[in-house]
T-cell receptor
Framework: EAGVAQSPRYKIIEKRQSVAFWCNPI?????LYWYQQILGQGPKLLIQ????????DSQLPKDRFSAERLKGVDSTLKIQPAKLEDSAVYLC??????????????FGPGTRLLVL | AQSVTQLGSHVSVSEGALVLLRCNYS??????LFWYVQYPNQGLQLLLK??????LVKGINGFEAEFKKSETSFHLTKPSAHMSDAAEYFC????????????????FGQGTILTVHP
């Protein structure tokens, strides 16, 4: 079974530029998550989709971050414009079951973003 | 609301020694608890999880953890460390999300880097 795929793996941009990350979850997984992991910290949830609907975006900085999940499969996370403090690893995860708290989340390898 | 505190950002052990990584949690609902491991430049991999039932949970690679409600703890142990165990370990709790919904949102601790010496 293929895992969660993410691209690109690394990205370096100047502040105020825009950037987009792509995630392809495990086939059949209803729920998709985007996390931000700043160096030295644990991942922090940015947004959670169930199929193609948003169920939690309470920690997404909506003035600069946006995300979509078209057709309930792939997802794109965008930052526009980027700030220095956005330098982090962006992790995508997916889980099979919709709803419930005990389900396992499967993580992709992440995209490492450096904003100069 | 929920939170996780991992005591010790770095733990160093000798190969063959006991591994003990500490995790304390706070949750407004009965907690579901997870331990994930992250190797360099990789995503997180589930080691084990507690949802309900038996409080001693066994996971992959010889790790286990015990849920202690009275101590609000979920410490991770392994009897004998191996060089391949060197990685960063994250404890997480699944509570409730925005508006009290239960969609599986994970709140992570800050992580513990495990170093294993020969």
């Amino acid at each position: 079974e293929a895992g969660v795929a993410q691209s690109p793996r690394y990205k370096i941009i100047e502040k105020r530029q825009s950037v987009a990350f792509w995630c392809n979850p495990i086939s059949g997984h209803a729920t998709l998550y985007w996390y931000q992991q700043i160096l030295g910290q644990g991942p922090k949830l940015l947004i959670q989709f169930q199929n193609n609907g948003v169920v939690d975006d309470s920690q997404l900085p909506k003035d600069r971050f946006s995300a979509e999940r078209l057709k309930g499969v792939d997802s794109t996370l965008k930052i526009q414009p980027a700030k220095l403090e956005d330098s982090a690893v962006y992790l995508c995860a997916s889980s099979f079951l919709a709803g419930g708290r005990g389900k396992t989340q499967y993580f992709g390898p992440g995209t490492r973003l450096l904003v100069l | 609301a929920q939170s996780v505190t991992q005591l010790g950002s770095h733990v160093s052990v000798s190969e063959g020694a006991l591994v003990l990584l500490r995790c304390n949690y706070s949750s407004s609902v009965p907690p579901y608890l997870f331990w994930y491991v992250q190797y360099p430049n990789q995503g997180l991999q589930l080691l084990l999880k507690y949802t309900t039932g038996a409080t001693l949970v066994k996971g992959i690679n010889g790790f286990e953890a015990e849920f202690k409600k009275s101590e609000t703890s979920f410490h991770l142990t392994k009897p004998s460390a191996h060089m391949s165990d060197a990685a960063e370990y994250f404890c997480a709790v699944s509570g409730v999300g925005a508006g009290g919904t239960s969609y599986g949102k994970l709140t992570f601790g800050q992580g513990t880097i495990l170093t294993v010496h020969p």
